[in-house]
């Protein structure tokens, strides 16, 4: 009997969630960071040059720096967001890139992301991407600054740190 009650709390969600539920925002923590940085990575490896000139054919101000400063972002927040370190400062800038993306380019494109124009000898030819990734990336990000990185956080740890160090000071 004992096995058979086992097994029930196993597959109770209540108990599940209340067991796992601290771990929920990992998840979204390792797609958002990976996928920043698997941005800023193509940026880099394609010729930092070549989205400079996408940048200077939409009009953005300054092309050359803020291809930098994009890629800066996406890489360096995108491994930040992926460890759990200072999320709620490296979101800002984050989100920053998602709205200038989701404003000059993607926003004339409709929502969905996937857009099958057609087949060609087995080969699918996809249309330009709408906004719905940039969204996805959005919510993502402000769950993550709402909810806390989780567990296995770099900012989980400096804040136990920074707690047994205050303490020891207050205490000497």
């Known amino acids: 009997m004992n096995l058979f009650r086992s097994l029930l709390l196993v597959v109770n969600p ?3 969630a209340a067991r796992f539920e601290r771990f929920s925002v990992l998840p979204i923590r390792l797609v958002v960071g990976y996928g920043f940085m698997a941005h800023g990575y193509a940026k880099l490896v394609k010729n930092p040059e070549n989205f400079a000139a996408i940048l200077h054919a939409l009009g953005v101000p300054a092309p050359h720096l803020m291809t930098w400063s994009t890629i800066v972002i996406e890489l360096f927040g ?3 967001i992926l460890v759990g370190a200072f999320v709620p400062l490296v979101t800002i800038p984050m989100l920053a890139v998602l709205l200038v993306a989701t404003l000059t380019v993607h926003l004339q494109f409709g929502f969905a992301s996937i857009k ?3 087949i060609t000898g087995g080969i699918p030819r996809f249309g330009p991407p709408g906004y719905e990734t940039d969204l996805l990336y959005i919510a993502g990000l402000i769950a993550l600054v709402f909810n806390g990185p989780g ?6 740890a400096l804040r136990r740190w920074y707690t047994r ?3 020891g000071l207050l205490r000497a």
Do not use: C, E, H, K
């Open 116 to 118: 099958l124009m057609s």
């Open 14 to 16: 209540s108990w599940l």
């Open 165 to 167: 160090r205050v303490d």
């Open 78 to 80: 995108g491994f930040a």
């Open 151 to 156: 567990p296995l956080a770099v900012d989980g």
